[in-house]
Every structure is written in C-alpha cells, then in structure tokens.
C-alpha cells in the first residue's frame, strides 16, 4: 500500500470547506488537513468549545457551533460561513446524528411511527 504526502496533493489555497463533525475524530482530521492543503475551513460541530479548539489550530479557519439534525440550524451555519468568506467550495460531512430505531420512516414533519414497544 503506497501513502500520499499532503504535499503531493493539489493545494487548496482560495478554497472554502465546511466540515461537519469537525470536533473530534475524522470530521477533525478532515478539516486539519483541509487546513493544511491552504484551505480555509469552517469547522462545524454540536460541540462550540470542540470546534473552537479546531479551528483554533489553523489559520485560516472559524467556528461555527451547529447541530445539523436541526435544518434551520444549518441555514444559518451556511449563511455564517458565507457571509464571512463568501463561498463555499467543498463540503464534508462527518457529523454523527443518532435516531431512533425505526426513524427511517420519518421526516421532520412526519414522527416516528413504527418505535419497537417498550419493555
């Protein structure tokens, strides 16, 4: 197996992302890297003090508390980011939503209707 060097890889200088989940675990290293290809990168997370400390260790990037189970959370998450840097050119998200078993077959103005009984 052979290993890419970030150096190896097409800089994104002038480039915007936006990472979900960027507090912790992939979401973070994701966006670490982003930074470190020259992007500027808006770490989202549910977490304000997780994304803070993100953002934080890059140069070029904010933090931008969001919980994205929550849509008009995440209007306004896009249109902060927006505002700030004016696009947005990459997107990642590695945000974790938990559910309820049987949630698939709801949506935000439909509740859950088939939950397994409770013991």
């Not at 060097?5 to 990472?19: D, E, F, G, K, W």
């Not at 912790?24 to 994701?30: D, E, M, R, W």
């Amino acid at each position: 197996m052979t290993t890419t060097s970030l150096t190896n890889v097409v800089p994104l200088n002038h480039r915007v992302a936006l990472v979900t989940g960027a507090g912790a675990g992939l979401g973070q290293a994701i966006a670490h890297a982003l930074g470190a290809l020259g992007a500027r990168v808006a770490a989202l997370d549910i977490n304000q003090e997780a994304c803070a400390q993100t953002a934080a260790a890059m140069p070029h990037a904010m933090a931008v508390a969001c919980d994205v189970a929550n849509n008009a959370v995440v209007q306004q998450a896009v249109h902060q980011v927006l505002s700030a840097w004016g696009q947005i050119d990459i997107v990642v998200n590695c945000a974790g939503v938990a559910s309820a078993p049987g949630s698939a077959n709801c949506s935000p103005t439909k509740p859950v209707t088939n939950r397994p009984p409770r013991i």
